[in-house]
């Protein structure tokens, strides 16, 4: 019960923590362009990594689903495709985009590839 507790604990001080910090953040769209993600704020936000290679792309369709059902009520899925893990999203963001709309049908907003997702996760957690 003590570990199932501290777990809790954990998750919420880790849920403030990025909360407080992902408005600093400045990524980069699927169209080249900067954004702050300050123009989130207010909103809920599911940020996503994803391949689009791996055993868990079929999730991309489970992923708009939801976004579809949510999106009026404030719901936004950031999905941050990364190839760090065995070339699982090789490509560039443009040929992912593509992937993505024609066999998933995605409409969610999608940034350009990360190169390292624990570097990123770290800083956002500062």
Do not use: W
Request: aromatic content about 12%.
């Amino acid at each position: 019960m003590k570990k199932l507790l501290l777990l809790i604990c954990c998750l919420f001080a880790l849920n403030a923590a990025a909360q407080k910090n992902v408005y600093k953040f400045q990524v980069v769209n699927d169209e080249g362009k900067t954004v702050s993600l300050k123009a989130y704020k207010g909103k809920v936000l599911l940020i996503v990594n994803t391949a689009t290679k791996c055993g868990f792309t079929p999730q991309y369709k489970e992923l708009e689903a939801l976004y579809e059902k949510y999106k009026d009520q404030g719901l936004e899925i950031l999905d941050f495709p990364c190839n760090q893990f065995g070339n699982q999203a090789p490509g560039t963001i443009e040929e992912i985009k593509q992937f993505c709309t024609a066999n998933f049908d995605v409409h969610f907003p999608q940034f350009d590839k990360i190169s390292d997702i624990e570097a990123a996760i770290n800083t956002l957690l500062r």
